[in-house]
């Protein structure tokens, strides 16, 4: 048995690292860009700051009965992939709950998004060059993990990122 724990143990780690699992799961993450999806606004090896604040406050106006999407059109979101959920994935935000949806050169395609969802598409969209709603669909808003707001490395490319609505 252990016994008593010291007080500055308790104060000096055992505080710190709760509060620092709290702010990982609730509020802030990261995010190392892997494909060129997203090319020229992120490129592979990019290490992004990721925002979670408001898919937190999503999942909780969710649990209480009022849904919400947790982004805006123009946003940078990772996301898990809705066909393999262990995979994570960023792309741009083209269109929120209720916009009309028409990809020129696909005939076809022409939907609403439904409630709950939204249409993502990488910046690079050279055919077959990114994965994305074009292909798979709707993402379901439950699967957003955060808002990439800051690109941390490489140093000489650090920065905010900005609410965009790509090429």
Excluded: C
């Amino acid at each position: 048995m252990l016994g008593r724990v010291p007080r500055w143990v308790v104060r000096w780690i055992l505080v710190p690292l709760a509060l620092l699992l709290v702010l990982r799961a609730l509020v802030v993450g990261t995010f190392h860009v892997v494909g060129a999806s997203m090319e020229d606004t992120l490129q592979p090896g990019d290490f992004l700051l990721v925002s979670k604040v408001g898919a937190s406050a999503a999942r909780i106006s969710d649990w209480l009965g009022a849904p919400a999407i947790p982004v805006e059109r123009g946003d940078l979101v990772v996301f898990r992939f809705p066909r393999n959920p262990s995979l994570v994935l960023v792309k741009r935000v083209i269109g929120l709950p209720g916009d009309r949806v028409q990809l020129e050169g696909q005939s076809g395609f022409d939907g609403v998004v439904p409630e709950g969802d939204v249409f993502v598409l990488g910046d690079n969209r050279t055919p077959g060059a990114s994965s994305d709603s074009r292909e798979w669909g709707y993402l379901p808003s439950r699967q957003i993990i955060g808002r990439a707001v800051m690109r941390l490395l490489p140093l000489r490319r650090a920065g905010l990122l900005g609410r965009e609505h790509g090429p």
